[in-house]
């Protein structure tokens, strides 16, 4: 009846069992949060009652909820619509399942301000370990407003799951489902190795880093061809655009991380013939861990296709 893992119940606060990550749930008699709902089944039991299985998904796993006695309100939820829940774990003949108490679609002002990374839907990740260093990044901001910077990007939006399932390029580095994904988390370890960024440099870092591809998610398509936008527009031109909201925020808290932020993104590479020259080590290493990536992927991948 479900695909919930059997954990024993433990004793849990109030605070604990508000917003928890779905792969913890089973821990819980009951829980309640926000979470992407992601599709949804209608089915009848033994006396033709209806009765609907809804999928909820976050950053830890996706699960099943059974929802009785709303039927009509169930039938008119989107997909990838944004919901309150409140559930109670119940048991029948040994199975242990998720039963829905209370359900409510949360209007997109109210959901930006409530949801966090692990908003993200892990179904669309084709590779789930990915995501997870994704989150492992995010929760190593120091910065509450860096991080609410990645939610307000990332979250909510299709541009989240175009990112979790869109390639990096379509012949060279990273060409394949969750690609650039994989690249943007390699380019991030890639500058923490040297271990010689500290503090708000670090967290620029690293959010930089984590968007500095994200255009491609307009460009390129799940299936690896150029889009009509991306016929004529560059993923770079692109970036500002897709974080326009998110920078407007940022700018009432951290103004300076938002300015260096934009400049990193956009400053020159050398030996070009315009814009900007980086101004900040990290403009500089960013676009070296870029390269080294791209190219050591796409190195690894033409030698295993040779062999």
Same mark, same amino acid.
């Given at each position: ?42 089915? +009848? ?20 909820? +059974? ?5 009509? +309100? ?6 990838n619509a944004i919901v309150h829940i409140e559930a109670t774990l119940k048991y029948v003949d040994?199975?242990? +399942?998720? /039963?829905?108490a209370f359900l409510q679609r949360l209007p997109s002002n109210v959901s930006r301000k409530v949801l966090s ?26 910065? /509450? ?25 379509? /012949? ?49 398509? %799940? ?10 527009? #560059? ?25 260096? %932020? ?10 070009? /013939? ?15 861990? #870029? ?17």
């Amino acid at each position: 009846m479900t695909n919930l893992p059997q954990t024993q119940l433990i004793p849990a606060t109030v605070e604990q069992s508000i917003q928890p990550l779905l792969a913890e749930v089973a821990s819980f008699k009951r829980f309640k949060g926000a979470y992407s709902l992601v599709g949804s089944t209608e089915r +009848y039991d033994k006396s033709g009652k209806a009765y609907w299985i809804i999928k909820l998904s976050d950053i830890s796993t996706s699960i099943n909820v +059974y929802c009785f006695n709303m039927n009509e +309100y169930v039938e008119q939820l989107a997909c990838n619509a944004i919901v309150h829940i409140e559930a109670t774990l119940k048991y029948v003949d040994g199975y242990q +399942y998720v /039963r829905c108490a209370f359900l409510q679609r949360l209007p997109s002002n109210v959901s930006r301000k409530v949801l966090s990374i692990n908003s993200l839907p892990s179904c669309y990740s084709p590779a789930p370990e990915t995501l997870l260093q994704l989150k492992t990044l995010v929760d190593s901001l120091s910065s /509450r407003h860096l991080t609410r910077f990645m939610s307000d990007v990332l979250v909510g939006r299709d541009i989240g799951i175009y990112y979790l399932q869109c390639p990096a390029s379509i /012949r060279h580095h990273h060409s394949f489902a969750g690609g650039l994904l994989a690249h943007s988390i390699d380019v991030a370890n890639k500058l923490l190795s040297e271990n010689q960024l500290k503090g708000a440099e670090r967290d620029i870092a690293i959010v930089a880093a984590l968007i500095h591809d994200i255009g491609k998610t307009r460009t390129l398509s %799940l299936t690896g061809h150029r889009t009509h936008l991306g016929a004529v527009v #560059d993923h770079d031109e692109l970036t500002l655009e897709i974080c326009a909201k998110a920078f407007v925020k940022l700018d009432k808290f951290e103004p300076q991380s938002a300015v260096m %932020l934009r400049h990193i993104l956009t400053c020159a590479s050398p030996g070009s /013939r315009c814009g900007y020259e980086a101004i900040t080590p990290i403009a500089s290493k960013l676009q070296l861990a #870029d390269k080294a990536s791209a190219s050591m992927h796409f190195t690894t991948t033409t030698l295993a296709q040779i062999a």
